[in-house]
C-alpha cells in the first residue's frame, strides 16, 4: 500500500513540474487609422505655373511657393518629434478649420477682411473683425487615391503673386474667391491628401 502510494505522490510531480503551454493566441494590434480630417493640401491648375505647389502657412498668411515656418521651443519639448510642413484639422460639426500643431489651444485658420487665408498665432483666440471664420467644406479624399478637396463659401481659392522666392521663382499668397478674385490672380483648386505624418509644435 506504501509503494502504490508513494508512485502516485511520484507522478502527481511529475506532472506539475511539466511545462505548460504559453503560445499567445490574441489577434495582433492593427494599425492606428488615420483621421480623414486631418490632411495637407495642393494647388490643381492644369496648364499653370502654381500646378502642384503645396498651401504653405508663414507670417500668419498662406503661401504657395514660400514655404512653412515654425517654432519649437527647444529645451521645453522633444522638437525631435516634430514636423515642418503644413497641416490642416477640419472641424466638421462647425464647418471650421485649423492649423494641425502640438501647442495647446489650436490655431484656427480664417479667412481675413481683404480676403486673405490667414490663421491665428499661438495661444490666441482673436481673429481680426470683420474676418470670417467660416463655413469652409471639406471633402476627404478616396482610399483609391483620388484627392479630397476643400472650399470656402463653397467657392475656390486664388493665388496671387507676392514677390520673389529667394530661391526659387515667384511666390504667391491665397485668397477666397468669395471675398476678391483680381484679374491677376491664378484660380485653383485645392485639393487635399489625408496626413499621417508627425504635425509642427506651432506655426509663425
Same mark, same amino acid.
Given at each position: 500500500?506504501?509503494?502504490?502510494?508513494?508512485?502516485?505522490?511520484?507522478?502527481?510531480?511529475?506532472?506539475?513540474?511539466?511545462?505548460?503551454?504559453?503560445?499567445?493566441?490574441?489577434?495582433?494590434?492593427?494599425?492606428?487609422?488615420?483621421?480623414?480630417?486631418?490632411?495637407?493640401?495642393?494647388?490643381?491648375?492644369?496648364?499653370?505655373?502654381?500646378?502642384?505647389?503645396?498651401?504653405?502657412?508663414?507670417?500668419?498668411?498662406?503661401?504657395? $511657393?514660400?514655404?512653412?515656418? /515654425?517654432?519649437?521651443?527647444?529645451?521645453? #519639448?522633444?522638437?525631435?518629434?516634430?514636423? @515642418?510642413? +503644413?497641416? =490642416?484639422?477640419?472641424?466638421?460639426?462647425?464647418?471650421?478649420?485649423?492649423?494641425?500643431?502640438?501647442?495647446?489651444?489650436?490655431?484656427?485658420?480664417?479667412?481675413?477682411?481683404?480676403?486673405?487665408?490667414?490663421?491665428?498665432?499661438?495661444?490666441?483666440?482673436?481673429?481680426?473683425?470683420?474676418?470670417?471664420?467660416?463655413?469652409?467644406?471639406?471633402?476627404?479624399?478616396?482610399?483609391?487615391?483620388?484627392?479630397?478637396?476643400?472650399?470656402?463659401?463653397?467657392?475656390?481659392?486664388?493665388?496671387?503673386?507676392?514677390?520673389? $522666392?529667394?530661391?526659387?521663382? /515667384?511666390?504667391?499668397?491665397?485668397?477666397? #474667391?468669395?471675398?476678391?478674385?483680381?484679374? @491677376?490672380? +491664378?484660380? =485653383?483648386?485645392?485639393?487635399?491628401?489625408?496626413?499621417?505624418?508627425?504635425?509642427?509644435?506651432?506655426?509663425?
Amino acid at each position: 500500500m506504501l509503494t502504490k502510494i508513494a508512485i502516485l505522490s511520484a507522478l502527481a510531480g511529475l506532472a506539475a513540474a511539466a511545462p505548460t503551454s504559453t503560445e499567445c493566441t490574441s489577434d495582433p494590434v492593427p494599425d492606428p487609422v488615420p483621421d480623414p480630417n486631418v490632411f495637407s493640401g495642393f494647388a490643381s491648375r492644369s496648364g499653370s505655373d502654381i500646378q502642384g505647389y503645396s498651401i504653405n502657412a508663414r507670417s500668419q498668411k498662406f503661401n504657395l $511657393n514660400n514655404g512653412t515656418d /515654425t517654432y519649437c521651443p527647444e529645451g521645453i #519639448v522633444d522638437c525631435s518629434e516634430a514636423g @515642418n510642413s +503644413t497641416v =490642416f484639422a477640419f472641424a466638421p460639426s462647425t464647418n471650421t478649420l485649423y492649423l494641425k500643431a502640438a501647442v495647446a489651444g489650436g490655431q484656427q485658420v480664417f479667412v481675413a477682411e481683404d480676403g486673405s487665408l490667414s490663421f491665428k498665432g499661438a495661444h490666441s483666440a482673436y481673429i481680426p473683425p470683420p474676418s470670417v471664420a467660416g463655413p469652409f467644406e471639406y471633402t476627404p479624399g478616396l482610399a483609391d487615391g483620388t484627392s479630397g478637396h476643400l472650399t470656402f463659401e463653397n467657392q475656390s481659392f486664388t493665388a496671387c503673386p507676392a514677390g520673389k $522666392n529667394p530661391t526659387n521663382g /515667384t511666390a504667391y499668397q491665397i485668397y477666397a #474667391v468669395s471675398k476678391t478674385n483680381p484679374a @491677376n490672380c +491664378t484660380p =485653383f483648386q485645392l485639393l487635399t491628401t489625408v496626413w499621417e505624418g508627425a504635425v509642427p509644435y506651432q506655426y509663425i
